[in-house]
Structures are given as C-alpha cells and as structure tokens.
T-cell receptor, first 112, second 116 residues
C-alpha cells in the first residue's frame, strides 16, 4: 500500500510561472512532512518541511500548503526558474519512527 | 560540517555476488537510514540504525542487511545479487535523539549499483 501519493509525475512550467506539486497521505499518525529536491547524480536535499500544527509554511519562493482534514499537502514554487528543474519528492513520517515514506516523485522542467 | 559520504560511488557486480556499501554520517548524527531508489519503485526504505541497533526495517528480503559501528558509520550488505537489485542506494543521517521528535534526514550522494 502506497502511504504517500504524489502528482503529477512530470510538470513543465515557463520561467516565472508557479509550479504546484500535490501529495496525499493515508496515515493520520504522520506528523512531519518534508519536501526534497533531487538533481541528477545527487542525493535528495531537504527543501522545506511542515508539521500539521500549521496550514502553511513559506521559505523564499517555496511554500508548503497543508490540509489536515483532506490529508493533503502541496508544494508551490513561485517565480519558477530553470535552475529549479529537478525531481521533487514529498515524504511523511511520524514521531517515534525515523522512517520516511516517499512519494513517487515529480520531474519539474522549467522552460527559459 | 562535512556531509554524508558514501563509498563506493559506482559499482558493477554480477548476479550471485555479494556487495557491501559504506556510509559515513554527518559528525554527531547517530541515526543512519538506507534507501533504495529505482525509476519504477521510487525511494524505498530499507532500514534504520541508531546506536548500533536496527530500529526500523522496510519490506526487503533478508538478502539485504546492515550494521552500524560505534562511530555511527554504517554498512549495508546485499548477498546473492539479482538483476533487480540494480539501483541507487542512498544513505541518510539524522541527529535524532532517542525518544525525541523526528529530525530531518540528510542524504548522501548514493552508490549506484549495476548488477549484470
């Protein structure tokens, strides 16, 4: 059973546009939701993370929106740049278990 | 601080062989997790070690095993390699304290294993 479902699988956005990636989870015990960015040949790098006590968190051009009742969270990349072209993964974990469940990934291509 | 380091970076093996991968966590990090990344299955959790003990385990066969040393360095072993074991194996370290809240995982660059 896939604990975290991510969509879309791929995304093409024009430079300056908004990229939106969505994730849905099953386990209501999850209480930590990070997003990772991965470039080819590199390991995933933490981008931004949120806990369910807040509905939104913003860091620079990156924003996580969290909807606890719908069990969904999303990543918004404002003013998308070609350098943002990478694969993005959402993930979820819960206290007491340092075990992360990852979404399937979204390959973002920002056109110049 | 130096990041998570993994060795070797690339490896080619043949079916039936065994392989050992190594991971050095960020200094001070006591938790080390291993993941398998493939195009078809994405990132899948293998196991996590904390203070030399396996705390969490994913749904992988017993051919996949690991250990952690007193300096927090970790090794992962895969025995009787199969073609389907070809993947990027990622190690992640975390500063998590026993019983404490979840902390961020920091990934290494991975070891790319090709099984022929």
């Amino acid at each position: 059973q896939q604990q975290v479902k991510q969509s879309p699988q791929s995304l093409i956005v024009q430079k300056g546009g908004i990229s939106i990636i969505n994730c849905a989870y099953e386990n209501t015990a999850f209480d930590y939701f990070p997003w990772y960015q991965q470039f080819p040949g590199k390991g995933p790098a933490l981008l931004i993370a949120i806990r369910p006590d807040v509905s939104e968190k913003k860091e620079g051009r990156f924003t996580i929106s969290f909807n606890k009742s719908a069990k969904q969270f999303s990543l918004h990349i404002m003013d998308s740049q070609p350098g943002d072209s990478a694969t993005y993964f959402c993930a979820a974990s819960y206290s007491g278990f340092n075990k992360f469940y990852f979404g399937s990934g979204t390959k973002l291509n920002v056109k110049p | 601080k130096a990041g998570v380091t993994q060795t070797p970076r690339y490896l080619i093996k043949t079916r039936g062989q065994q392989v050992t991968l190594s991971c050095s966590p960020i200094s001070g990090h006591r938790s080390v997790s291993w993941y398998q990344q493939t195009p078809g299955q994405g990132l899948q959790f293998l196991f996590e070690y904390f203070s030399e003990t396996q705390r969490n385990k994913g749904n992988f066969p017993g051919r996949f095993s690991g250990r952690q040393f007193s300096n927090s360095r970790s090794e992962m072993n895969v025995s009787t390699l199969e073609l389907g074991d070809s993947a990027l194996y990622l190690c992640a370290s975390s500063p998590v304290l026993a019983g404490g809240p979840i902390e961020t995982q920091y990934f290494g660059p991975g070891t790319r294993l090709l099984v022929l």
